[in-house]
């Protein structure tokens, strides 16, 4: 990799399955590329529940290799057995060691008060938020960190600490059973992904890589991070890999990774995602429906009971419960002139599921 300033191509082993990882344990098929369904479809059953185990869903999955791999100086190294084996010998002192002389030389410093582990947390946020415009970038500003954050988590899987050969046992078999086999099938892909890149590079002298980003990139429609790759504060590298995201932006000190696949077909199935998700929100989203799905939690009630119980028109029942059916909250069955409904519980349970995976709360 070049240094500070530049635009350039990269490909990763470590990121690579970090975005695999953190794909697959979302668990929101209709949200990610079709490729990404594929790898899942050829995944033994156990696997997944054993790496959410293991990292968390979402954030976790990818931030414990990226970390780890940045930690080791193999971010770039496309070998996954080369990266991994320095990644799997780091131990706590030797990564507190770096990170602070990485810090001071950007001029920060570990807070004494906090344990090993939360100093390192805030040193990484630090080290990644030093380029980057602040006012113009409040998204990223300084929020909390749980303690089952990865970043707080991460003593956990160097060498000696409680988690490290579980998670490296399990990151090997994903790797060489699973992942490695169905990259080898996204060959073409990758080419096709890298000549895309090379044209996004190219063009007049003048022209910046921004110009060539479709407006919904983060790197053109969020200012901060825009400012911080055109002033040369941090480099930018363009991420080869095989998933084909297109608008994901990844954080380490010194430099903004971005993904850049063609987006057309993954949007619609993501816009299509999120517009089952708002609709099924929106059955539920009103007192009286909401009403209505507690009444029925124990018993199978008819329009007119139900009716009766709320003080309101049958026809109104109806309507309401004609939204929370179509939304597949209930189901109803005829008895002669009577319809009479039930909760479907398993859908009632899916809809906050769906809806906890997809704001990532972990």
Not at 177 to 195: G, N
């Amino acid at each position: 990799m070049s240094g500070q300033g530049t635009w350039e191509l990269g490909r990763s082993a470590a990121i690579e399955l970090g975005l695999a990882l953190v794909g697959l344990t979302a668990r929101q098929p209709a949200a990610e590329p079709q490729a990404l369904s594929d790898l899942a479809g050829s995944l033994p059953e156990g696997w997944l529940d054993e790496i959410e185990a293991l990292l968390g869903t979402g954030r976790g999955a990818l931030s414990v290799p990226l970390i780890l791999a940045w930690l080791a100086d193999v971010v770039w190294d496309e070998d996954y057995t080369s990266a991994t084996r320095a990644m799997r010998a780091l131990d706590l002192s030797t990564v507190a060691a770096r990170l602070r002389d990485r810090a001071a030389e950007m001029g920060l410093a570990p807070d004494p008060a906090l344990p090993p582990e939360r100093a390192l947390a805030q040193l990484w946020r630090a080290m990644t938020r030093a380029e980057l415009d602040a006012e113009r970038l409040p998204e990223l500003g300084e929020r909390p960190l749980d303690a089952e954050h990865p970043l707080n988590r991460l003593p956990r899987y160097l060498r000696g600490g409680d988690l490290h050969d579980r998670f490296w046992h399990a990151l090997d078999r994903f790797h060489y059973q699973a992942y490695s086999p169905w990259r080898e099938h996204r060959r073409d892909a990758l080419t096709a992904l890298e000549q895309r890149g090379r044209m996004l590079l190219g063009g007049e002298a003048q022209a910046s890589p921004l110009d060539r980003l479709p407006a919904q990139h983060p790197l053109v429609n969020l200012p901060g991070l825009g400012l911080a790759a055109e002033s040369r504060r941090m480099a930018v590298t363009l991420l080869v890999e095989p998933l084909g995201y297109s608008d994901l932006v990844l954080l380490t000190p010194g430099r903004l990774i971005a993904t850049f696949a063609e987006a057309d077909a993954m949007r619609e199935a993501f816009q299509a995602y999120v517009e089952d998700l708002a609709s099924r929100l929106k059955a539920v989203a009103d007192p009286t429906r909401l009403e209505i799905l507690r009444l029925m939690r124990h018993l199978d009630l008819d329009n007119t009971q139900i009716a009766a119980f709320l003080q309101i028109s049958r026809p109104t029942v109806s309507i309401h419960a004609r939204q929370l059916r179509e939304a597949g909250l209930i189901e109803t069955r005829h008895e002669g002139r009577k319809a009479r409904h039930t909760v479907r519980h398993a859908a009632v349970r899916a809809l906050f599921e769906d809806l906890e995976r997809f704001l990532d709360l972990g």
